[in-house]
């Protein structure tokens, strides 16, 4: 064991009364002078815990100093907000447009030209075909695509073009085919052609549906 031994004496409540009469001294930061006399007042009053007189001052203290550091975070956050938006606002262009109320198209969908497109692309393209189970399929669909990029060159504003086209084996066999749509007259129309060889037979139907 060792010869020295520690000894350790609870202070007396006497030795902490000096305190009482001591003022410390507190700095407060720019957003704490912001802030009203009474809210600033109570804020540093002590509050009434059995700590004595030096524990109320010093919590008093303490308590004005986390007031202000909430203060001063709050604020700088509140500048880098205004400042980003401020920058978004600038970088992002929003283009408005005002509705035109257009019941009626500037130029109407022409079945004529459409389904003389139709047949040229039928006619040129089918005529020394011969069905194929595995690619006819596919071949229909480019046919479809073809005659859909044609119609759309012929710039009818604000129709929406949809192609419809059937194709099968000639086998000498009857077909029927029909359609049933909900539209405009005065705006909406169609057109059809009908192609057919020894080999195959081809049915197309382009329709033109206006959109406000």
């Not at 009469?21 to 109570?42: D, G, H, N």
């Not at 008093?60 to 978004?88: C, F, H, I, P, W």
């Not at 929003?94 to 109320?101: R, S, V």
Request: proline letters at 4%.
């Amino acid at each position: 064991m060792s010869k020295y031994r520690r000894t350790s004496t609870a202070p007396s409540r006497d030795s902490f009364e000096h305190l009482d009469t001591l003022k410390p001294s507190v700095s407060i930061s720019e957003p704490m002078l912001k802030i009203p006399m009474q809210e600033r007042r109570k804020s540093m009053q002590p509050t009434n815990r059995s700590t004595g007189g030096s524990g109320n001052s010093i919590q008093g203290v303490m308590g004005a100093r986390r007031y202000s550091r909430r203060l001063s975070s709050k604020t700088r956050m509140k500048r880098e907000d205004t400042q980003g938006s401020s920058l978004n606002i600038q970088s992002v262009n929003i283009k408005q447009l005002e509705p035109t109320y257009k019941l009626e198209p500037d130029v109407k969908f022409s079945a004529k030209s459409v389904e003389d497109i139709i047949k040229d692309i039928l006619n040129r393209r089918l005529q020394d075909y011969k069905y194929d189970r595995a690619q006819t399929p596919v071949f229909g669909k480019i046919l479809s695509d073809d005659i859909k990029e044609r119609v759309k060159r012929l710039n009818f504003d604000r129709y929406k073009i949809v192609c419809y086209l059937v194709i099968g084996e000639n086998r000498g066999q009857g077909l029927q085919m029909s359609s049933r749509c909900q539209w405009f007259p005065n705006t909406d129309t169609f057109a059809s052609y009908n192609y057919k060889n020894a080999s195959l037979f081809c049915s197309c139907t382009v329709y033109g549906i206006y959109a406000e």
